[in-house]
């Protein structure tokens, strides 16, 4: 018998354990949520760069976070790209803060969508609850299946 389960696991090969592995509803559900991960970040990319990062350069008085850097040549440059223009290696800490600030309101975005997405899970597993299973036979008060349409007690025909 032993021998059975050794050749049959061994028949399975490397492209049975392989389709086995993918074929896992956990590795589909984490591939779906790259996936969309990937699309999401794009979203939060332009919300950063195109309305957040324009706030506050408006509010610190038109500060860019974009050519914040320091030359390691030791010029000087008055932007980021004429420094990457000259071909000098710049230690970019403005765009640095820039992926902080992405990151941070990607979790904030991420959180509120699991928090209201709990919530509203939440809320359909109360109304399910709530939702009777049961009810009272109107001839002998009997418990009953909702479902039912003939009373199982008094065999009463119910409406």
């Known amino acids: 018998m ?22 896992r509803g956990n590795v589909l559900d984490l591939a779906v949520g790259v996936i969309i991960g990937g699309a999401f970040q794009s979203i939060i990319n332009s919300l950063v760069n195109d309305i957040i990062m324009p706030v506050i350069t ?35 800490y403005g765009l640095f803060i820039t992926a902080i600030i992405n990151f941070l ?9 699991v928090k209201a997405l709990n919530k509203m899970a939440e809320k359909a597993k109360k109304k399910e609850e709530a939702a009777p299973t049961t009810k009272i036979c109107p001839h002998c008060q009997s418990e009953i299946n909702i479902k039912a349409t003939r009373c199982p007690h008094c065999t009463s025909e119910l409406g």
């Open 2 to 23: 032993a021998d059975v389960k050794a050749v049959t696991e061994k028949s399975k090969g490397f492209i049975g354990e392989l389709r086995e592995f993918v074929m």
């Open 58 to 92: 408006l509010i610190t008085g038109g500060i860019d976070f974009s050519n914040w850097f320091v030359a390691l040549d030791g010029g000087s440059y008055s932007t980021l790209a004429e420094a990457q223009e000259a071909g000098a290696a710049t230690l970019n």
């Open 105 to 113: 309101l990607m979790a904030i975005v991420i959180f509120c969508i």
